[in-house]
């Protein structure tokens, strides 16, 4: 049986396709069109599903979108109402985007894919995205939590998922979602309006401010709790709406009263830098202050966050008894809260479903009529995240032949392997395109930039001659799964799957830190673990790297220019190699180099 999971029409639109209750494909649209949080229908990701699976449209039994349009609409309307007539460009602008587009989605769904309505369903947004982490987890039975920034009027559910998993006689799972924060009142929002007014782009930039944020202190508490009310007993919490626009304005989130609070909003076009950042720009004292108070900032409401989740959190333990959580939402990305959860709540595990966001929606709808609406058991447990299209060697070939291009092919894997290292340990900048793409935000191995780790200029190097980036933004280490325990403060690290996934930033040991210059921000890492079975060849180059350098670490960050979605295909791979200062292009078994 087949089932077609939908997100669409807000941020980051995705398919996911599974069959008989296992991941075939899953794919965000923004890999396909080129255009960053695409929010349009995924024709071509759900195309490229059916592909993968060989099958027309007719052979799926179910298509299944994320949440439910009507309740959604019903809340936009009703809260433009309330705030009527400060909301009037609010009411004028969605009132054209609904009766014109977002109330159709069964239409869109039949004609887009190609189904009856008798075969579409529809399923709450934060009970898919609660699906996305559950049934996908390696646990049995576990707490749930969803944070984001809105569904259709919940912001933050709270529940528990029970299963026999694997079992011979397994019974039907089961999702009970049984407490929720609702809309206008959004740890999501909250972080998604001082994201705007640090100069960043909302439901795009949130990880510029939890990178931004460990370069300032949290000496704002006070001020950002005007904002937010929140009960360490309950883990309730409500907004002072009186600091917000985002309820009635589709141009600005924070009100007049926020900016009296906390001043202008940075510019977005300014660089930032700070003492810790550029320390040899201290001449410019006045920019330096002015960088530093927004890092500040920064760091409030990065604190206020983390502790809010983990009074939900602690809440969430003492009403269940479980010892496992699993987390899905936006929110769930923020990989500094995500190791606070696990390191200051009694939850001794943590498991986040890697495409946290609205994508993963996709793929928790399918799971959401697979185990629920049929009643299915749980058979599956993702292991990885190379749900993407792929391009085997001779696809990679047939580009470099066609476009005319000198290369090197290896047919022995362990010369491969060698040649990567060597440029690694020369300094060199990789490429580094293989199999099927990853599903999520992270690039995890199939679709990296890789780095040698040990040198702090590597740092500046990828980010300003390759990224084309912020130089405070932070890189992540990728280590050898059995070899995480020495460089990491992180319980058990070898043991847990969350960090599969660069879902965590842990403390790195301090004995290690000065060995990894690239990858240490200020004093911690967004690492990734890996073994052998789940990505060989990515393996092996971090392995015979330690081998070269005693330093089983490798930098990884994603295989892109800044502004642009990670790259897909061997010629847009290509693409960011010419136009980068990239050293080495390896596409599969074939390797590039500069000059052309």
């Not at 009310?229 to 309730?236: E, F, L, N, P």
């Not at 992180?490 to 290690?512: F, N």
């Amino acid at each position: 049986m087949y089932i077609l999971g939908i997100s669409a029409f807000y941020h980051d639109s995705a398919a996911a396709l599974i069959k008989d209750g296992e991941v075939v494909a899953a794919a965000m649209e923004e890999r396909f069109t080129r255009l960053k949080h695409d929010n349009g229908f995924p024709q071509l990701a759900a195309e490229f599903c059916l592909e993968q699976a060989r099958i027309p449209p007719d052979e799926l039994d179910y298509v299944v979108f994320y949440e439910k349009p009507l309740v959604k609409f019903e809340r936009i309307l009703q809260t433009a109402l309330n705030t009527f007539p400060r909301s009037s460009g609010l009411w004028r602008e969605s009132m054209l985007a609904w009766l014109t587009d977002k109330l159709w989605v069964r239409s869109h769904l039949a004609r887009g894919i190609g189904v009856p309505y008798d075969k579409i369903l529809f399923c709450d947004h934060h009970m898919s995205h609660a699906a996305s982490a559950f049934f996908a987890c390696p646990y049995k039975d576990a707490a749930i939590l969803t944070v984001d920034g809105v569904g259709e009027w919940t912001t933050t559910a709270l529940g528990v998922g029970k299963s026999s998993l694997g079992e011979a006689d397994a019974m039907p799972p089961a999702i009970e979602l049984f407490e929720e924060q609702r809309f206008p009142h959004s740890l999501g929002l909250l972080y998604s309006t001082f994201t705007a007014w640090l100069g960043f782009r909302v439901n795009n930039g949130e990880y510029k401010v939890m990178g931004m944020s460990p370069y300032g202190e949290p000496r704002y508490l006070d001020k950002v709790y005007k904002l937010v009310a929140a009960d360490r007993t309950t883990g309730s919490f409500r907004l002072d709406m009186s600091y917000f626009d985002f309820h009635r304005s589709t141009s600005r989130s924070y009100s007049d009263k926020f900016l009296d609070l906390f001043g202008e909003k940075r510019d977005a076009d300014s660089e930032f830098f700070t003492a810790s950042t550029q320390p040899h720009r201290k001449d410019e004292k006045l920019a330096m202050e002015t960088n530093q108070y927004y890092a500040d900032v920064a760091a409030s409401v990065q604190q206020v966050t983390e502790d809010t989740l983990i009074n939900i959190a602690t809440y969430l333990h003492n009403k269940t008894g479980m010892k496992k959580l699993v987390m899905a939402g936006g929110v769930a990305l923020n990989t500094k809260a995500n190791w606070r959860i696990l390191k200051e709540t009694p939850f001794e595990e943590l498991w986040i479903q890697p495409a946290a966001g609205d994508d993963g929606g996709a793929l928790g709808a399918a799971l959401w009529a697979w185990h629920i609406v049929l009643g299915k058991p749980r058979r599956w447990v993702q292991s990885h995240a190379y749900f993407g299209k792929g391009y085997d060697d001779a696809d990679c070939r047939s580009f470099l032949e066609a476009a005319g291009l000198r290369y090197e092919s290896y047919d022995d894997e362990c010369k491969l392997t060698e040649t990567i290292v060597d440029a690694l340990t020369r300094q060199q900048v990789i490429g580094f395109h293989q199999g099927r793409f990853e599903w999520g935000p992270r690039a995890l191995g199939n679709r990296s930039i890789l780095a040698d780790p040990r040198g702090e200029e590597m740092k500046e190097i990828v980010n300003t001659k390759i990224k084309f980036r912020e130089p405070f933004r932070p890189f992540a280490p990728v280590i050898l799964r059995e070899r995480s325990p020495e460089y990491f403060d992180y319980p058990q690290v070898a043991e847990h799957d969350t960090p599969r996934y660069m879902l965590m930033v842990a403390p790195i040991k301090s004995d290690k830190q000065s060995e990894i210059h690239a990858v240490n921000h200020e004093g911690t890492g967004r690492l990734q673990s890996i073994d052998r079975d789940t990505n060989p060849r990515y393996y092996d180059v971090v392995k015979q790297f330690g081998d070269a350098t005693g330093v089983p670490v490798v930098l990884n960050t994603s295989f892109n220019l800044r502004g642009e979605p990670i790259v897909n295909t061997p010629q847009e791979a290509f693409n960011t190699f010419r136009n980068s200062d990239i050293d080495m292009l390896v596409l599969g078994s074939h390797v590039l180099r500069k000059p052309l």
